[in-house]
Antibody, heavy 120, light 107 residues
């Protein structure tokens, strides 16, 4: 059974940093693209970033470029999102999602999400 | 970026009703469109991909159609477990944007 379990969400001050993790199990992690999608409280879904199987391709939504970095450790079956220079508008539930063979596929697996709150 | 506009943003319906949700893209996206269902406090669930292909395990009362810039999600006979928020997502070009969502509530 595919499982994606996020962790690392917390309350952080504006300008601060946070690193989210996603522990994957039930599938060959190194064979799939992975993504982060976020959802601000009471709002819709926003794709944040994704990463190729070997980490050689990464894509970001414009609003996080230069501040967020997606990475993965295939040996540890883990996906990460390093978030720097956090802003109030980054407050959201962050979902690990994907398990897709190409970057053009929809997301049939999602984690339960981890809450990031950016506030002073 | 490609913008997706869903309508309506909210609808009130009764069990057994036929419900249609529309998703319009700001430019042509062929059939690279997916639909998700999200219930409160839960992660989204993939319902339909490639505009009209039902994801495995999804009830056949859900169907999708369209291509280019206009797409629809139809629930043929609304069931109590279908009350949720529905989102479309385009996968034709990056970033893979989502529509604003349609909340389906009990009348």
């Amino acid at each position: 059974e595919v499982q994606l379990v996020e962790s690392g969400g917390d309350l952080v001050q504006p300008g601060g940093s946070l690193r989210l993790s996603c522990a994957a199990s039930g599938f060959t992690f190194s064979s799939y693209w992975m993504s982060w999608v976020r959802q601000a409280p009471g709002k819709g879904l926003e794709w944040v970033a994704n990463i190729k199987q070997d980490g050689t391709e990464k894509y970001y939504v414009d609003s996080v470029k230069g501040r967020f970095t997606i990475s993965r450790d295939n040996a540890k079956n883990s996906l990460y999102l390093q978030m720097n220079s956090l802003r109030a508008e980054d407050t959201a539930i962050y979902y690990c999602a994907g398990v897709i063979e190409t970057k053009w596929e929809p997301y049939d697996y999602w984690g339960q999400g981890t809450l990031v709150t950016v506030s002073s | 970026d490609i913008q997706l506009t869903q309508s309506p943003s909210f609808l009130s319906a009764s069990v057994g009703d036929r419900v249609t949700i529309t998703c319009r893209a700001s430019q042509g996206i062929s059939s690279f469109l997916a639909w998700y269902q999200q219930k409160p406090g839960k992660a989204p669930k993939l319902l339909i991909y490639a505009a009209s292909t039902l994801q495995s395990g999804v009830p056949s009362r859900f169907s999708g159609s369209g291509s280019g810039t206009e797409f629809t999600l139809t629930i043929s006979s609304l069931q109590p477990e279908d009350f949720a928020t529905y989102y479309c997502q385009q996968l034709n070009s990056y970033p893979p944007t989502f529509g604003g969502g349609t909340k389906v509530e009990i009348k």
